[in-house]
């Protein structure tokens, strides 16, 4: 089976001319279906930019980037909108539309699932909700909840579109202990079950035990790796 991610010689930079600044310096990486990988380092080092550019959010400037089989090293604008439905992002922001409930946030994902008819979908969005701990906030509006209630939407609609690879910024930043430990451990059950690959930015030392793999970042170097 094909890897999910393969990255080999990794380049960024930001800026132009005396304010070009390098951010990636030769990463190398490889994430297989089903697999956890923990992403560590400093602020500031490069892990975010790492994300977006596995996420086709970002154009690759120099090196080699194939994500479910897809080289993103010239690929279009097209060609990543269509690999982006296949990938579960969840960043700090939420990024949740303010004028939706949290169950028509959620269904935004399980809408990117096709051959599901709409009342399998708003079925799918409640599921991931409960799942979550927020089936009894279907219906609140985004200023209606917590910072930490936003996050589980966020991971909620992440979750329903069924995703080959998950991308997770700090999903447990804004929760408890409790909450952050309920979520990692259905992203595990996820990778497990549906042989989603996770990578995972953190700086939360309680679930690292969740990770398959430790990949640790510094100075947009990847320069540690435990199995």
């Not at 004028?99 to 935004?108: F, H």
């Not at 930490?148 to 080959?164: D, E, S, T």
């Not at 595990?188 to 970042?217: F, G, W």
Request: hydrophobic content about 40%; some cysteine; overall charge positive.
């Amino acid at each position: 089976m094909a890897s999910t991610v393969a990255i080999e010689g990794l380049n960024h930079w930001y800026g132009r001319g005396a304010n070009r600044r390098q951010v990636l310096q030769s990463v190398g990486l490889t994430i297989e279906p089903g697999e956890v990988v923990l992403l560590t380092g400093p602020s500031g080092c490069g892990k975010t930019t790492l994300l977006t550019l596995i996420g086709a959010l970002r154009k690759v400037q120099e090196g080699q980037v194939c994500v479910l089989g897809q080289p993103l090293n010239a690929a279009g604008r097209g060609a990543r909108q269509r690999l982006r439905r296949r990938i579960g992002m969840i960043f700090q922001g939420h990024n949740l539309l303010r004028c939706l409930t949290a169950e028509q946030n959620v269904q935004m994902g399980a809408d990117l699932l096709k051959d599901r008819s709409y009342l399998a979908r708003r079925d799918l969005s409640r599921q991931w909700l409960r799942e979550v701990g927020l089936g009894d906030h279907l219906n609140k509006l985004p200023h209606d909840l917590s910072g930490g209630q936003k996050q589980r939407v966020a991971i909620a609609r992440a979750l329903a579109a069924h995703p080959q690879l998950l991308l997770a910024d700090e999903p447990t930043a804004a929760l408890d202990s409790t909450t952050g430990r309920e979520v990692v451990d259905l992203l595990k059950r996820l990778a497990r079950e549906q042989a989603c690959s996770v990578l995972m930015v953190t700086h939360d030392p309680r679930i690292l035990d969740v990770a398959d793999r430790l990949v640790r970042m510094e100075d947009g170097r990847l320069f540690c790796s435990v199995g």
